[in-house]
């Protein structure tokens, strides 16, 4: 059966299903309860967050619970359960500044989590360092981590990529040298260039800053920065493009700016995304007289732009945008935008979002989509991740009083339409928030996390919400059933039944009844046998033995069938993907699985035998 196959009998009979209730889950349910990964005394500030690959997720923060500030880090399971003791695994409490700069986390291939951020260990100076840890907590990389620069000069907001050769990229911006620094680790921590990397040189007497790093193709990586952090100077944005080497590969080797038309903000960070072509996707906000425009780039693989020089403007309304939040689409070349839109006194505030085609055309019209009418309740700069052929936007909104934010989230698919209505409530305890961040997981829940003051003192706390926009968790379960005259473990499963996922179930003859080479056939139905959790016996049918009768599980009327590779022997099954695509309303649907053996041999003992069944019940 394919897949488009299982996906329209579910869609079909889903209606005469009962669905499961909630299971037990520390994600929570209640937007006023949300999951406290961070409360202790002092305050956690500063989270981010990077989803698994099986669903759960990895959050960090800077906690000063013993003082001076140090650096955290928790692993949640799909269903939110803490890996490790309540409050964090300790990376880092190597001396700090008293004020903070920005840091960077991510999950790589491998699920491990690679931390960059800076600390005085090595004087009062900011001094870069990466830690590797994998999901046990083990400190791949030294419980020191690996120092990225050792010098005098003042080096904030290290960015992190994991290349496609498997290395990982670091980039921060120099301001005594007034370079931008490039650094690789290999896998194992083995820096691949000497001292603190590889440097390109910024403008004459301009310091450069916010830079934002990306992997591209062949192990090379892409590199964006605004040409200078201070308060006079044009602010451009320059970008580069360096190989594994380090070798400057666009523009005959010299940055370049990619917006020069006006100076963006001072302090404003613009936002780049990897094309998945060995190019990358920029995003910024800056000012002409009193109104202000969001504007989008897309850099080639070759460094050419796409889109016009300086880039296009994500709407032609008259309000004021700011913040872009971008998500890239590479099976399209699609990039998704969200922006904070505010009336020209700054006074009013709303949220709108965009789709921006391969040609750079506004494919959700001139003015993009409202998210939030502009009003005035305060909104903050959104957030936003892939969701689906769409992406998942969320935002801080003010409107339980002054400083007492919501947090909300939308979810909009390709075309703009919102794949779930209202906006969730994703937090509704009144209280000052800052920090939001936003991460997806292949089943399409949102992951967000913040800092948050409900305490008294800031905390880190995190919400899930799944893709129909319900928050909490729905987990997809494989439980075996079955009463009697089937052998245990004659049907397996792998993994979990989520949505956007694939699981794996596997046929087996246990007690080597069957030839090798016996053919295997999965059945898929959408109904249990009318015994339920037993089955009907069927005389001769048993994999246990000659004449030994089998037990049928499953309802055939409802059930269609795969048939897989010879069997190759026990404690060999023979596998079946079990593939779900991203939808919501597979979300609860039960199908029931079983297989049987075929020995086709003349003198076959036992020719058909069935195996044991799993229940299989939907979920993220």
Same mark, same amino acid.
Request: hydrophobic share 40%; charged share 10%; aromatic share 8%.
């Given at each position: 059966?394919?897949?488009?196959?299982?996906?329209?009998?579910?869609?079909?009979?889903?209606?005469?299903?009962?669905?499961? /209730?909630?299971?037990?889950?520390?994600?929570?349910?209640?937007?006023?309860?949300?999951?406290?990964?961070?409360?202790?005394?002092?305050?956690?500030?500063?989270?981010?967050?990077? @989803?698994?690959?099986?669903?759960?997720?990895?959050?960090?923060?800077?906690?000063?619970?013993?003082?001076?500030?140090?650096?955290?880090?928790?692993?949640?399971?799909?269903?939110?359960?803490?890996?490790?003791?309540?409050?964090?695994?300790?990376?880092?409490?190597?001396?700090?500044?008293?004020?903070?700069?920005?840091?960077?986390?991510?999950?790589?291939? *491998? *699920?491990?989590?690679?931390? #960059?951020?800076?600390?005085?260990? #090595?004087?009062?100076?900011?001094?870069?360092?990466?830690?590797?840890?994998?999901?046990?907590?083990?400190?791949?990389?030294?419980?020191?981590?690996?120092? =990225?620069?050792?010098?005098?000069?003042?080096?904030?907001?290290?960015?992190?990529?994991?290349?496609?050769?498997?290395?990982?990229?670091?980039?921060?911006?120099?301001?005594?040298?007034?370079?931008?620094?490039?650094?690789?680790?290999?896998?194992?921590?083995?820096?691949?260039?000497?001292?603190?990397?590889?440097?390109?040189?910024?403008?004459?007497?301009?310091?450069?800053?916010?830079?934002?790093?990306?992997?591209?193709?062949?192990?090379?990586?892409?590199?964006?920065?605004?040409?200078?952090?201070?308060?006079?100077?044009?602010?451009?944005?320059?970008?580069?493009?360096?190989?594994? @080497?380090?070798?400057?590969?666009?523009?005959?080797?010299?940055?370049?700016?990619?917006?020069?038309?006006?100076?963006?903000?001072?302090?404003?960070?613009?936002?780049?995304?990897?094309?998945?072509?060995?190019?990358?996707?920029?995003?910024?906000?800056?000012?002409?007289?009193?109104?202000?425009?969001?504007?989008?780039?897309?850099? =080639?693989?070759?460094?050419?732009?796409?889109?016009?020089?300086?880039?296009? *403007?994500?709407?032609?309304?008259?309000?004021?945008?700011?913040?872009?939040?971008?998500?890239?689409?590479? @099976?399209?070349?699609?990039?998704?935008?969200?922006?904070?839109?505010?009336?020209?006194?700054?006074?009013?505030?709303?949220?709108?979002?965009?789709?921006? *085609?391969?040609?750079?055309?506004?494919?959700?019209?001139?003015?993009?989509?409202?998210?939030?009418?502009?009003?005035?309740?305060?909104?903050?700069?959104?957030? @936003?991740?892939?969701?689906?052929?769409?992406?998942?936007?969320?935002?801080?909104?003010?409107?339980?009083?002054?400083?007492?934010?919501?947090?909300?989230?939308?979810?909009?698919?390709?075309?703009?339409?919102?794949?779930?209505?209202?906006?969730?409530? #994703?937090?509704?305890?009144?209280?000052?928030?800052?920090?939001?961040?936003?991460?997806?997981?292949?089943?399409?829940?949102?992951?967000?996390?913040? /800092?948050?003051?409900?305490?008294? /003192?800031?905390?880190?706390?995190?919400?899930?919400?799944?893709?129909?926009?319900?928050?909490?968790?729905?987990?997809?379960?494989?439980?075996?059933?079955?009463?009697?005259?089937?052998?245990?473990?004659?049907?397996?499963?792998?993994?979990?039944? #989520?949505?956007?996922?694939?699981?794996?179930?596997?046929?087996?003859?246990?007690?080597?009844?069957?030839?090798?080479?016996?053919?295997?056939?999965?059945?898929?139905?959408?109904?249990?046998?009318?015994?339920?959790?037993?089955?009907?016996?069927?005389?001769?049918?048993?994999?246990?033995?000659?004449?030994?009768?089998?037990? =049928?599980?499953?309802?055939?009327?409802?059930?269609?069938?795969?048939?897989?590779?010879?069997?190759?022997?026990?404690?060999?099954?023979?596998?079946?993907?079990?593939?779900?695509?991203?939808?919501?309303?597979?979300?609860?649907?039960?199908?029931?699985?079983?297989?049987?053996?075929?020995?086709?041999?003349?003198?076959?003992?036992?020719?058909?035998?069935?195996?044991?069944?799993?229940?299989?019940?939907?979920?993220?």
């Amino acid at each position: 059966m394919t897949r488009s196959t299982l996906a329209g009998l579910a869609f079909g009979l889903s209606t005469i299903l009962v669905l499961p /209730t909630a299971l037990a889950a520390q994600w929570s349910s209640n937007p006023s309860q949300n999951l406290s990964i961070g409360d202790g005394p002092g305050e956690q500030v500063l989270p981010k967050i990077a @989803a698994t690959s099986d669903g759960g997720c990895y959050l960090g923060w800077f906690d000063s619970r013993s003082g001076g500030y140090a650096v955290y880090l928790q692993r949640l399971s799909a269903d939110g359960t803490e890996q490790w003791p309540h409050g964090g695994l300790l990376v880092s409490n190597n001396p700090q500044s008293t004020s903070l700069v920005d840091w960077d986390l991510i999950c790589d291939s *491998d *699920d491990h989590c690679v931390l #960059a951020f800076t600390d005085t260990r #090595a004087g009062g100076d900011l001094d870069i360092y990466a830690y590797r840890i994998d999901a046990a907590g083990t400190f791949v990389w030294g419980n020191n981590g690996i120092a =990225l620069s050792n010098n005098s000069d003042y080096e904030p907001n290290p960015r992190i990529c994991e290349a496609s050769d498997g290395d990982f990229v670091f980039a921060w911006a120099n301001t005594g040298l007034r370079t931008i620094q490039l650094q690789r680790l290999d896998r194992g921590g083995t820096p691949r260039f000497p001292g603190d990397g590889i440097a390109t040189q910024g403008d004459p007497s301009s310091t450069p800053a916010f830079c934002e790093i990306v992997a591209a193709d062949n192990g090379s990586c892409v590199i964006s920065w605004v040409r200078t952090l201070s308060f006079s100077g044009n602010k451009h944005i320059h970008v580069q493009k360096f190989d594994a @080497a380090g070798t400057a590969l666009w523009n005959g080797g010299t940055r370049f700016a990619a917006f020069d038309q006006a100076s963006v903000p001072i302090a404003h960070q613009p936002r780049l995304r990897a094309d998945g072509a060995g190019g990358a996707v920029l995003a910024w906000h800056f000012a002409v007289g009193q109104a202000f425009s969001c504007r989008v780039q897309h850099l =080639l693989a070759n460094g050419s732009e796409a889109f016009a020089h300086n880039g296009i *403007d994500v709407s032609t309304s008259a309000g004021s945008k700011f913040d872009p939040a971008i998500v890239y689409r590479a @099976a399209t070349q699609e990039t998704f935008v969200a922006w904070n839109e505010r009336n020209l006194a700054q006074s009013q505030w709303g949220l709108f979002a965009q789709k921006i *085609d391969a040609v750079g055309g506004l494919a959700w019209g001139n003015s993009g989509v409202t998210l939030l009418p502009i009003n005035t309740v305060v909104k903050f700069a959104p957030v @936003a991740a892939a969701l689906g052929d769409g992406f998942a936007v969320s935002v801080l909104e003010e409107s339980l009083g002054l400083n007492q934010k919501k947090v909300l989230l939308f979810g909009l698919d390709a075309t703009g339409s919102p794949r779930w209505t209202p906006a969730t409530d #994703a937090c509704t305890f009144a209280s000052d928030k800052l920090r939001l961040q936003i991460a997806t997981t292949a089943s399409g829940v949102s992951l967000l996390a913040w /800092t948050d003051h409900r305490a008294g /003192t800031p905390d880190a706390i995190a919400q899930s919400v799944e893709i129909d926009g319900v928050p909490g968790i729905h987990l997809g379960t494989a439980v075996p059933y079955g009463c009697s005259g089937n052998p245990a473990g004659s049907l397996t499963s792998q993994g979990r039944p #989520a949505v956007g996922t694939t699981m794996m179930l596997g046929i087996t003859n246990p007690v080597g009844t069957q030839a090798v080479g016996s053919l295997p056939v999965l059945a898929l139905a959408l109904l249990p046998d009318a015994a339920y959790p037993c089955g009907s016996a069927q005389p001769g049918f048993g994999m246990s033995g000659p004449n030994v009768p089998g037990e =049928l599980l499953i309802a055939p009327g409802s059930a269609a069938t795969l048939f897989g590779s010879p069997w190759a022997g026990p404690g060999q099954p023979t596998m079946f993907p079990f593939s779900l695509p991203l939808g919501a309303w597979l979300l609860g649907v039960n199908v029931y699985a079983q297989g049987l053996l075929f020995d086709p041999s003349p003198s076959a003992a036992v020719p058909i035998g069935l195996s044991s069944a799993v229940h299989l019940t939907i979920g993220s």
